[in-house]
């Protein structure tokens, strides 16, 4: 998701991934799913199966993982700022973790074209030896929006197409 801030400098935008649940959603889906598993495993543990109390537990724990890493990795951001004289970009989970700046003038935005057209062309910030992704998460239309933003801010936009394949993957 692509959302504009105001800012005294110039722009800022903050990059996040889309979310389709919150971290209580996810808490209450993990939840019930945990009292379906134990109603199904205390019917089969009566009948005799009491062998599937262990891994229906294994179950849940590693569902319970994958809800926590998946929801971590959608709390990420990043925070794009363009002033006149600079480029900040701030990139973290929950707090910054790493910070850039690039001199505005010299800074190119290359585009990486991608090889299918349902996936979103990968955005570098280009200075010098310095090339720090952008938007990595986003899905194609916010990628759009974001390459078309950044177009109409004046950025140097610098399109590289994908290389030729010979064979049968893409």
């Known amino acids: 998701m692509v959302e504009r801030l ?5 722009l800022r935008l903050v990059l996040t991934p889309n ?40 179950e849940l724990i590693a569902l319970a ?11 990420r951001q990043e925070v794009l ?23 505005r ?9 991608p090889r ?4 979103p062309a990968r955005l570098f910030l280009s200075h010098r030896d310095t ?5 990595g998460f986003l899905n194609l239309e916010d990628t759009e929006e974001l390459l078309d933003i950044l177009e109409h801010r004046g950025l140097l936009i610098e399109r590289k197409e994908p290389d030729a394949d010979i064979g049968l993957w893409f």
């Open 105 to 113: 003038r010299y800074v190119r935005l290359s585009v990486h074209s």
């Open 6 to 10: 105001p800012c005294p400098d110039g």
């Open 81 to 103: 700022v363009i002033s006149d004289e600079n480029i900040r970009l701030e990139k973290g989970i929950r707090r910054k973790q790493s910070e850039w700046t690039l001199p």
């Open 19 to 58: 979310r389709s649940l919150s971290w209580h959603g996810n808490v209450r889906i993990w939840i019930g799913l945990f009292v379906v598993s134990a109603l199904i495993t205390t019917g089969f543990s009566l009948a005799g199966a009491w062998v599937i109390i262990p891994f229906a537990g294994l």
């Open 116 to 119: 299918h057209p349902f996936t």
């Open 131 to 135: 090339q720090v992704s952008l938007g």
């Open 65 to 75: 993982c994958g809800i926590y890493i998946t929801s971590r990795a959608c709390q």
